[in-house]
C-alpha cells in the first residue's frame, strides 16, 4: 500500500491543523492505520493509530484529548485532527501501515508502509 501525507505547516500555539493520509494500492480497508512523528533531535514516536473499520483508536498519552484519528475508507484517506497544539509537537508527521492486514499496533517495527512525513511547526 503507498501512502502520502499532507495538510502539515506553521500554526500558532493553541490553533489547529488536520493531516490527511491518502492511500493507493492494496486494499486499503484492510489495514490499520498509524501516525508517528519526530521532532528534531529525537526519535521517532508514536502518535495514534486505527483500526482497519474505524472503530479502534489508540492514542499516546501526550495528544490524548487534543488529537482525533479517523477514518473514511470510501476516500481511502485517514485523518489526523491536532486541535490545542502546542511547541512540542512540532515535528515531521508521518502515516504508515502495519506489514499484516487487520493489525493494529503501536509498535514502530511492525510498520512495513510508510508515507513521506509532512511537517508541523508550532509557533509559541
Known amino acids: 500500500v503507498q501512502l502520502q501525507a499532507s495538510g502539515g505547516g506553521l500554526v500558532q500555539a493553541g490553533g489547529s491543523l488536520r493531516l490527511s493520509c491518502a492511500a493507493s494500492g492494496r486494499t486499503f480497508s484492510n489495514y490499520a492505520i498509524g501516525w508517528f512523528r519526530q521532532a528534531p533531535g529525537k526519535e521517532r514516536e508514536f502518535v495514534a493509530n486505527i483500526n482497519a473499520g474505524g472503530l479502534g483508536t489508540y492514542y499516546a498519552d501526550s495528544v490524548k484529548g487534543r488529537f482525533t484519528i479517523s477514518r473514511d475508507n470510501a476516500k481511502n484517506t485517514v485523518y489526523l485532527q491536532m486541535n490545542s497544539l502546542k511547541a512540542e509537537d512540532t515535528a515531521l508527521y508521518y502515516c504508515?501501515?502495519?506489514?499484516?492486514?487487520?493489525?493494529?499496533?503501536?509498535?514502530?517495527?511492525?510498520?512495513?508502509?510508510w508515507g513521506q512525513g509532512t511537517l508541523v511547526t508550532v509557533s509559541s
Open positions: 504508515a501501515a502495519p506489514s499484516r492486514t487487520y493489525y493494529r499496533t503501536t509498535a514502530e517495527r511492525e510498520y512495513g508502509y
